[in-house]
């Protein structure tokens, strides 16, 4: 009984230890990090695990009002977007590309771009690795009951996930994420 306990205390000293240097090698990498770091990995870091999916933690997910059709809120995308200053760059009718493959019909899915060309100056600028988050995409899906949904990517991880981006283009990126997630609420009602 005293050999199990000595090594139990054994391994509670050394799990502390080790704790104990994570956190002191840590804490000046996250003292860095962007002040709404710890909401925006808290926030992900719910969604992964109430889904267990890190796509599904990633993204916003908005469901379509019922009785609108799919060119209605493509539609009402490209409307939102121009009257907010986006640029439609570009759509891909996916499930054409299935059908040219299979020779089977198959459910709606379209990915639209869309880009704020100044905002995407700024984040080339600032690294070029941010060239993939560009240029906005928002999918409409039909899921397998024959609704409608749009999703896109939460930008918040890229805004405030690591060290702070210069005060321009987080305004900026702010701007556009927040432009982002109003054309699909207002897409999904078929607002113009």
Known sequence: MRLARNLFAIFGVLCLLAIGYGAARLAPILATFDPGAPRVYA???????????????????????????????VDSLKSLAVSNNLLFVGESPFYQQIEAITGEPYRYVNFLSFCDARVGRQMLEHRNEYSGFMPCRIALVEDAEGGLHLYSMNLDLLIHGGTPLPTELEQSATRVRDIIWSIMQGAAVGEF
């Open 43 to 73: 926030e992900f870091g719910q969604r992964l695990l109430a889904t267990g999916d890190p796509g599904m933690a990633m993204m916003w997910s908005v469901p379509v009002e019922d009785g609108l059709a799919a060119e209605e809120v």
